[in-house]
């Protein structure tokens, strides 16, 4: 009997040992995300782009000979919740590094956990400058809002004429309120005129008052630089009260769901994005024809955000021959001329990506491809 015992807590102690050894043969990375609430898309393009760059790593034979398991974590658009998925992931999960958030205001509550747990995080497209502020271990893959803020200053001033803007801004959002501040700005520098700033806060349903304050302003375009699902509805009610003009906006409108809120009333609308999926570009048209064949519909910019975002994490961690997240840092920083899809990533020494940014016009319902717009060298 005694023994019979004994050797029933052996195997448990000998499989407990050799199971956990297994199970440090994986590489584990931390996503966090909102999978669910007002901007489930971003969370869930993200992590769809997240996947497919998982998968082909694990199909070349992983990294440093070990699997790469990405630990997903949704955070349900909340900034305090973001906070909490990350703390989980580090202290919990023990990844040695962080992919996210999309939203700025999410990364900003999640990105000074991760630099004092020295733990790489690695946004693929939060936009507000503070994001990377917050310390050496904080990283982008994307542009950044000053730049958004001036691509859609000068397209509207010179490629629409459009020379007096009324900006409509969520109030509660650091980039919504960071990027209507950067329009601004560049805007009358060009010589425009702002005419009217109103706001809202995420999640309202009823944007009349607002609208109706900035019919009279005899604005000839609306900045609004909005998330898409109040985007999509304040658009409806603008058309509803009589406002004819373009409303524009920036990259928080890329949605596949933002045409199916706003229907037929966003028909002549702009906006700034990272990508877009007529780019001929090979590499972009072969991952575009692998998302719709997986998920049967066309990628929005956080697909190749979410991929390209993975795929600089793993090749920092193969140069940086180690799992040590000091060592995977430095090899992030030191990331040049990575080949995106939604462009070329070289980190610059904020811990930034400078890229060009697309316009996307709002014709027959669809997202169409208009125009390039590059930084513009400062003299
Ligand atoms: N740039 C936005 C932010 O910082 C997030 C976003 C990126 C939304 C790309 C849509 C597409 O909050």
């Known amino acids: 009997m005694f023994w ?13 040992i050799f199971g956990c050894g297994k199970k440090e043969d994986v590489i584990k990375i931390g996503e966090f995300g909102s999978l669910t609430g007002l901007t489930a898309t971003f969370g869930i393009n993200t992590d769809r782009g997240i996947q497919m760059a998982v998968e082909k790593i694990n199909q070349e034979g992983g990294l440093l000979g070990k699997k790469v398991v990405v630990i997903v974590e949704d955070d349900q658009g909340k900034p305090e919740e973001a906070a909490t998925a990350v703390k989980k992931l580090i202290n919990q999960d023990k990844v040695i590094a962080v992919l996210g958030e999309v939203a700025s205001s999410r990364s900003l509550a999640a990105a000074p956990i991760c630099q004092e747990a020295k733990i790489p995080m690695i946004t693929p497209s ?7 502020r917050k310390g050496d271990y904080i990283f982008r893959v994307c542009f950044i809002d000053p730049f958004q803020g001036d691509v859609m200053a000068r397209f509207t001033y010179n490629d629409l004429k459009i020379k007096k803007v009324a900006i409509l801004r969520d109030i509660k959002n650091d980039y919504s309120v960071g990027l209507a501040n950067y329009f601004a700005e560049d805007y009358k ?3 425009g005129q702002i005419v009217g700033d109103e706001s809202y806060s995420e999640g309202d349903i009823d944007f009349r008052a607002q609208l109706t304050n900035l019919k009279s302003k005899k604005a000839e375009a609306i900045f609004v630089p909005g998330y898409y699902t109040e985007v999509g509805l304040l658009v409806r ?9 373009p409303i524009i906006g920036g990259d928080g409108w890329d949605s596949p769901k933002l045409i199916e809120i706003g229907g037929k009333a966003l028909e002549g609308c702009y906006y700034s994005n990272h990508y877009s999926p007529d780019d001929p570009d090979p590499l972009v048209q072969s991952f575009v024809l692998e998302f719709k064949a997986k998920y049967g519909e066309l990628p929005d910019a956080m697909a190749p955000l979410g991929y390209d975002a993975a795929m600089v994490l793993f090749e920092a ?6 799992l040590d997240p000091a060592k ?3 090899e992030i920083a030191k990331t040049k001329e990575f080949s995106g899809i939604a462009g070329k990533v070289t980190i610059d020494s904020l811990r930034n990506a400078e890229k060009p940014a697309v ?8 997202q169409k491809f208009v125009k390039w717009m590059y930084p513009e060298k400062k003299s």
């Open 4 to 16: 019979q015992r004994l050797s029933v807590i052996m195997a448990a102690i000998f499989l407990l």
């Open 126 to 132: 939060s936009t507000n400058p503070e994001v990377t």
């Open 189 to 191: 520098k060009l010589g």
């Open 237 to 245: 009610q603008a058309r509803d009260l009589g406002i004819r003009i």
């Open 317 to 322: 961690i193969k140069r940086a021959g180690s």
């Open 328 to 330: 995977v840092r430095d």
């Open 359 to 366: 316009i996307i016009k709002i014709e027959n319902q669809q």
